[in-house]
């Protein structure tokens, strides 16, 4: 079962996204921040992180940024997932190390879809 980390601090957001992961067969973990995800990631290590980039205190790109940075997480794809999707927003997600950045309106299959997709490129599909 692959592990999903969504971080997000809309607890709406995480409820929806957490139990429709659920249903496909995902483990499924959430953080509110940041600074809580860095917190979970001394005892998890996931196989792919949702990551939202509108957050207070430390914004997504720093977060991801700093994901890259470190040894023990570099290697973790990470979704950057936003309402904000201008081109500058996608060049900034490439530059600090996502490998994907798409809207918060998309569909939840379309989604999923995009979750399957980027644990099929990183190899991690079982």
Not at 5 to 25: K, N, R
Not at 91 to 119: F, S, W
Request: net charge negative; aromatic share 4%.
């Amino acid at each position: 079962m692959k592990k999903i980390l969504c971080v997000d601090d809309d607890p709406g957001i995480l409820t929806v996204i957490e139990a429709a992961f659920q249903v496909e067969g995902f483990d499924v973990s959430t953080s509110s921040s940041g600074y809580e995800m860095f917190e979970k990631l001394n005892s998890l290590t996931p196989d792919l992180i949702l990551l939202d980039v509108l957050m207070p205190g430390m914004d997504g790109f720093e977060v991801c940024q700093q994901l890259k940075a470190k040894k023990e997480t570099e290697q973790i794809p990470v979704i950057m997932f936003s309402v904000r999707c201008d081109i500058r927003d996608v060049e900034r997600a490439t530059q600090v190390g996502a490998c994907r950045h798409i809207p918060k309106l998309i569909a939840m299959d379309n989604l999923i879809q995009q979750i399957k997709d980027v644990l099929k490129e990183t190899g991690q599909e079982e």
